[in-house]
């Protein structure tokens, strides 16, 4: 078995698991179905790490929206993008007694409250942070996100090619490891492709000015034709400064930019004539929270879950694409 055809086999077992994960909610739904569900009674706490950030907010925002639609009373939290303060929030969930907790991004620092509330009997219920302590973790399809970007990124190149990475935080959230992983694995198969070093590390705070900064910085390191493609690993704020430093320095055309999330601010970028964002793949926020809602109200209807859920992303493949995906996600219409 060649490298290509083995990536190919991985990718489509991956892809499996993602079938795997929607199979499970058709199962479910199978055994109650969405309209069957019920939270009434209930008290759920939902702990956010901040609403700064569209897709935080949509997912938070599709959790509580959801609880309420079910019947159950939410008690909420907002870290304000403060990972420790995020982590302290979940302290109020075992004093006010709730019965379950929806607990959205984090690091390791909520790692000792999950293992807490699992103590005090409070079934937690994660999304996009994996942890012993949950029932069940509700993520993108983090696998097929990765694989997918690096074959739009290695199509927009041709194949070969010099790429700067944006990579800060593959080894602390373990969901941007895995797309940064996969998306490093398809391009192995494409010996043309060289990845520089060292890696570029992004900031969250201000991020697009940041990487405005470091791109500005890194197109005078590399002149003209010695540079084809700047990818942002785990999201897609820092590539708004990205483009941005591209068409100052006149870049347009020899840089493209790939990078994952595909919120309405960065697809209409994406949709601009000649715009050097080329590719990005979207996640469904609003559908993760929600879905996160669900999977409480059907542990409490005692169906047994899967340690994860997968909810399904798309692949954005120029500005066609972009305009496609901004109406089918509800974002409205770009002429």
Not at 24 to 32: D, E, I, S
Request: net charge negative; glycine share 10%.
């Amino acid at each position: 078995m060649t490298k290509f055809h083995f990536a190919s086999a991985l990718v489509r077992q991956l892809a499996g698991g993602l079938v795997g994960g929607i199979s499970l909610l058709a199962l479910a739904a199978g055994a109650a179905s969405a309209q069957d569900l019920s939270l009434a009674g209930k008290t759920i706490g939902v702990a956010v790490v901040g609403t700064q950030h569209f897709w935080d907010r949509e997912a938070f925002k599709g959790a509580t929206e959801t609880i309420e639609k079910l019947g159950g009373t939410v008690v909420p939290t907002d870290g304000g993008r403060d990972n420790q303060v995020h982590a302290n929030n979940h302290d109020v969930f075992i004093t006010r007694k709730v019965d379950a907790v929806v607990t959205i991004l984090g690091d390791a620092s909520v790692d000792p409250k999950l293992k807490a509330l699992k103590e005090a009997g409070i079934p937690v219920f994660t999304v996009d942070h994996l942890s012993p302590e949950a029932v069940n973790n509700t993520a993108s399809d983090n696998y097929y996100t990765g694989s997918q970007i690096g074959i739009l990124l290695a199509k927009a190149i041709g194949g070969k090619g010099k790429v700067a990475v944006f990579n800060a935080f593959s080894g602390s959230l373990q969901f941007c490891g895995v797309r940064y992983d996969l998306w490093k694995y398809v391009l192995e198969d494409f010996p043309e492709i060289e990845i520089l070093k060292p890696e570029l590390a992004e900031v969250f705070a201000n991020s697009p000015e940041d990487a405005r900064k470091q791109t500005l910085a890194l197109l005078e390191q590399h002149p003209k034709g010695t540079l084809d493609a700047i990818h942002v690993a785990c999201w897609d704020q820092p590539a708004i400064g990205v483009v941005q430093a591209i068409e100052e320095a006149g870049r347009a055309g020899d840089v493209v930019v790939t990078a994952v999330d595909a919120g309405p601010e960065t697809l209409e970028i994406i949709a601009e004539k000649d715009s050097p964002f080329v590719a990005n793949i979207a996640q469904r926020p609003y559908l993760i929270g929600s879905t996160a809602a669900e999977n409480v109200a059907r542990h409490f209807a005692g169906e047994k879950l899967l340690s994860q859920t997968f909810v399904p992303v798309i692949p954005v493949d120029g500005p066609e694409d972009a305009k496609r995906v901004y109406k089918q996600l509800g974002y409205g219409t770009i002429e």
